[in-house]
């Protein structure tokens, strides 16, 4: 498994306690269209991603992050070694 598929794995984990239609999760999977989260529920999520992974998400990448595919690839960016 590639770094990536266990990132978004962890993220699927962690999005399932938020999932309450039990929506099919994939890259294209959006927060706000498919999930149907309000602000409160992205925060929390956020909170819980940034402990799983021991990262910080700015407000400003929180506004530009839309679908889980875009949250995979800024949790793998910010988790490379400097």
């Given at each position: 498994m590639t770094s990536r598929?266990?990132?978004f794995a962890k993220v699927a984990d962690q999005i399932e306690p938020f999932n309450k239609k039990?929506?099919?999760l994939t890259?294209?999977?959006?927060f706000a269209g498919d999930l149907e989260?309000?602000?409160?529920t992205v925060m929390?999520?956020?909170a819980a991603?940034?402990?799983e992974f021991d990262i910080l998400i700015?407000?400003?990448?929180q506004a530009e992050i839309e679908t889980i595919g875009q949250l995979v690839d800024t949790i793998?960016?910010?988790?490379k070694p400097a």
């Open positions: 598929q266990e990132t039990q929506v099919p890259d294209a999977t959006s989260w309000d602000s409160l929390d999520f956020v991603v940034e402990d700015t407000m400003n990448m793998e960016k910010l988790s």
